[in-house]
């Protein structure tokens, strides 16, 4: 029986406890946590009758209009080069499927990559983060570990990197990425970099893609799920290398497609054409957005840093990668000696909920959690909006009081 999602899993589970009356601080979750932009909402309204099936690749305007929105980006795209799916979860899955060989992750890394490598029979080979940033595996460690994969009988041939970091929040730079880079060139290697938090990165400058450096080696991945709070829509891309590698890429992408999800909706292309298109309204709405996940996520770090808690500070979106080793004897001594048991208190003694790091691929005594600051902007759509506004959304009530929820869970770890 495949399982379910480890995040939704536990999405699912914390509504079901606050539908029985539970009062969860729910930061388990990677949702953006914010309302619709009514002016895309209307963008959608007017594609409402768009109700024909669409090229598998997607409608030529909607292509055009991310080819032009990657091409603001600093990666130069031709529309040929462009796929719309229903998001980009199902156009990773489809470019693992179709390219051959096993694959390289860096550990910690999203729940979902090792999940469907497994399902397509491949290898994962696991390499650790270093420590500055998340998202690329250590480069003193990749080459040893494309090695011993190879005498244990894989074909290490595909690399994921994850620009901005899903768990860590962390942003891993130039020369960084250019010594992966330099290592998957010499092996051969394919990489595909999910790009999904990129515009949620604090400093834009700070954004360096490996498709500049080995551009007929890099897959980009991406979609609105993330920068405008579109989660639930499903509109991702997939952006292929440039020429004939590329070209024969996106035959079997959308071979593949045509045959699981025949087409983005109708009505998704509509409002992809929207948003890719950044009228000043987008842009103002993800500016705002990017200010208020900075605001939280910092607000959050420093919660951990005054406990006593190891966590890289977040550079992009909302995710914080906390380490509580510091707490082992403390936590041990109440039973706690995995990460998934700490989740487990956190969320029946305290009502708070993480994601234990087992579930993305660190060992099962590590004692480290994903936590996810984007759901603690209000319960309400109002309450949204004026976090979304507000000059300083940690002095919001409801925010200071999850802070203080996170601080006073914490002292008592410790």
Known sequence: MVPRSATLALNESINARRAAGQDILHLGFGEAGLPVLPEIAAALAEGATENSYAPVAGTVRAREAAARYLSRRGLRTDTEQVILAPGSKALLYAAIAVLPGDVVLPIPSWVTYPAQIGFLGKRAIGVPIPRIAGGVPDPDLLEPALAKAREAGADPRILILTVPDNPTGTIAGADLIARVCEIADRHGMTIICDEIYRDLAYDPESMYSPATLLPHRTIVTGGLSK????????????????????????AQVTGLGSEIWSCLAGPMQAAAVFAFDAPAAVTAHIAASRRLHASVARAAHTVFAKAGVACRAPQAGFYLYPDLELFRPALAARGMETGVALADHLLDEYGIGVLAGEHFGDTRESLRFRAATSLLYGQTADQRWEALGSNDPTSLPWIAAALDRLHTALQSLG
Do not use: C, D, N, V
């Open 227 to 250: 920068s405008m709070a579109l989660g639930g829509w499903r509109i991702g891309f997939l952006r292929t290398p440039p020429g004939r590698a590329g070209q024969e890429l996106a």
